[in-house]
C-alpha cells in the first residue's frame, strides 16, 4: 500500500491504518460529527494532506489552521468554528492528549520479540544441541519440570523459578543462563550440590541506562522537563537562567565507565 507523507518515518515506526473518523474520535476520547471519512495517518498543520489528523492547540498557529489541508483536526470546543469547512473538527478539552493516542492509534507500539537469537541457534547446532526449545513466556512448574527434565542447558529470564525441585528433575543439566542481571530466582545452594554453573548478564543493559542516564542529565540541567510543560500550555521561556552545561561536571554511578565512553 502507497502510504502519503505523514508524521513518523517508517524505517523506525511501525504504521496502521487507515480507520474511520468515527474510530479516530474513539481512540482520542473526543468527539466528532457523524461524517464517512477514512483517514490513514497523522501530520503537522502545514503538511497534512486529506487523509491526515493534525490537530491545534496554540492560538499563535492560526494561520496555519485556517491553511490547513488535512481531513480531520484535533482543537479545543472553543476553536472548534476555525476548522475549515474542508477538515472536521475533533472536539475535546485536552488536544495534546488526545493527539498523542491518535498518533498511538497509527503507529503502534510493535510487540515485543523474545526468543533466542539466529547466531546463538547456530552456534548451539555447532556444538551439537540440536534440539533448542523456545517459550515465550515462564512456564509453570509442571511444565517447567516436563522441559527440564532432557535439558542440558536452560537459559531463562527473571520470571522463571528454578527451584530445587526442578532441579532434581533435570539430571542432564550442565548449565543455567540468567538473561538478566541476578541470579535470585535459582536456588543456588542446589545448583552448586549438583556442580551445575549459574551465569548471569550483568552488563546486558548497561549501554541502555548510560544512554538514559545522560539524555537525564542534559534534560535536567538545562531544565527541560519545566520548559516542555511550559510550553504546552502555550507558554516560552526565553531565558538561560538554571540551565547549566555538561561540560566540568563528574560522573558516578554504576554506569560511570560506559557513560564516560559515550561522552568521549
Known amino acids: 500500500m502507497d502510504w502519503p ?3 513518523g518515518d517508517p524505517r523506525f515506526f ?3 491504518g487507515p480507520y474511520s473518523l468515527a474510530a479516530v474520535a474513539d481512540a482520542a476520547g473526543a468527539d466528532a460529527p457523524p461524517r464517512r471519512l477514512m483517514l490513514s495517518g497523522v501530520a503537522p498543520l502545514q503538511s ?4 491526515d489528523v493534525s490537530f491545534f492547540d496554540n492560538r499563535k ?6 491553511d490547513t489541508r488535512a481531513g480531520a483536526v484535533i482543537v479545543r470546543p472553543d476553536m472548534a468554528e476555525r476548522v475549515p469547512s474542508s477538515a472536521v473538527a475533533i472536539v475535546t478539552d485536552e488536544p495534546y492528549v488526545a493527539w498523542a493516542r491518535v498518533a ?3 503507529h503502534p507500539i510493535p510487540p515485543a520479540r523474545p526468543g533466542v537469537h539466529p547466531s546463538a541457534v547456530e552456534t548451539f547446532q555447532e556444538d551439537g544441541y540440536t534440539r533448542i526449545e523456545e517459550h515465550a513466556k515462564s512456564l509453570p512448574e509442571a511444565k517447567l519440570l516436563e522441559a527440564a527434565s532432557d535439558a542440558y542447558l536452560i537459559g531463562i529470564r527473571s520470571a522463571t523459578r528454578i527451584t530445587a525441585r526442578v532441579l532434581e528433575h533435570a ?3 550442565l548449565g543455567i543462563g540468567c538473561f538478566c542481571i541476578g541470579t535470585n530466582q535459582v536456588a543456588l545452594d542446589a545448583a552448586q550440590m549438583r556442580g551445575i554453573p549459574v ?3 550483568p552488563f546486558s543493559n548497561t549501554r541502555s541506562v548510560a544512554e538514559l542516564v545522560l539524555a537525564e542529565i542534559i534534560m535536567l540541567l538545562r531544565g527541560i522537563p519545566y ?3 511550559m510550553a504546552h500550555r502555550g507558554g516560552w521561556i526565553k531565558t538561560a537562567s538554571g540551565s547549566y552545561e555538561v561540560r566540568g561536571k563528574c560522573l558516578g554511578g554504576s554506569a560511570t565507565i560506559e557513560a564516560c565512553v559515550l561522552v568521549e
Open 227 to 229: 520548559r516542555n510543560a
Open 48 to 51: 497534512a494532506e486529506s487523509a
Open 5 to 7: 507523507p505523514i508524521a
Open 171 to 173: 539430571p542432564k543439566l
Open 14 to 16: 511501525r504504521r496502521s
Open 199 to 201: 551465569f548471569n548478564a
Open 61 to 66: 498557529y492560526a494561520d496555519a489552521l485556517a
Open 104 to 106: 498511538a492509534l497509527f
